[in-house]
């Protein structure tokens, strides 16, 4: 068992008896650059020991990304209906008749931008990044994003039927996203079967 745990570069850090017959039945395994102190085998409550130690782990720092966007939900549409009607596109169509087709494109690219840019401006938005489970697909996406439908919908209203819709749209989605991680789990351990440093590999997609 040394020699294994040597070979992934790992340490075994107990070497008391843990069990009233003298064995070591409880482990402690970290990688070989783990800080591990204060490490005890207490007395015996039953037949068995307790292991304690202290260990030093540094939590990741928060990963953020500045991305441009445009807040389409706070576009007031009315206004930006009365805007459009007012422009050049729905103007005099006779006027536009003699134009080119590159001119004509021109025009409702210019138009409709100047007042995209009017209404909903772009603007510089601080989102932190994520790292998602590796099982997680379009389908989990997609009945994740449904799910927050109607939540909102429910935060809204307070009825009980928008709270019953989104209790079992909740339920079914953990249900699916415990199925999908079972399925990609087995099947990686599946194609890992004999090949043991694959194995151990496939800790670094938690």
């Known amino acids: 068992m040394q020699n294994i745990l040597s070979s992934f570069d790992c340490v075994q850090h107990v070497n008391r008896p843990t069990h009233r017959d003298g064995h070591i039945l409880y482990l402690l395994i970290t990688a070989a650059d783990t800080v591990v102190s204060g490490l005890t085998v207490g007395d015996r409550v039953s037949d068995h020991c307790l292991i304690t130690f202290t260990v030093r782990t540094v939590r990741p720092a928060a990963v953020f990304n500045r991305i441009t966007c445009r807040r389409w939900k706070q576009t007031d549409e009315e206004q930006f209906t009365l805007d459009l009607e007012q422009s050049q596109l729905c103007g005099d169509i006779d006027a536009l008749q003699y134009w080119s087709v590159d001119d004509l494109v021109s025009l409702y690219t210019d138009a409709l931008t100047d007042l995209i840019d009017r209404h909903c401006p772009v603007s510089s938005v601080r989102k932190k990044i994520v790292?998602?489970?590796?099982?997680f697909d379009s389908e989990c996406r997609q009945q994740r994003k449904e799910n927050r439908k109607l939540e909102k919908a429910y935060r809204k209203s307070h009825l009980p039927s928008d709270h019953l819709a989104w209790t079992v749209s909740l339920k079914y989605l953990h249900r699916l996203?415990?199925?999908?991680?079972?399925?990609?789990?087995?099947?990686?351990?599946?194609?890992?079967?004999?090949?043991?440093?694959?194995?151990w590999r496939i800790q670094s997609l938690l």
Do not use: C, H, N, Q
């Open 131 to 135: 790292k998602l489970s590796p099982w």
């Open 177 to 199: 996203y415990e199925t999908k991680s079972k399925a990609f789990w087995r099947t990686k351990t599946a194609e890992s079967r004999g090949d043991y440093r694959k194995l």
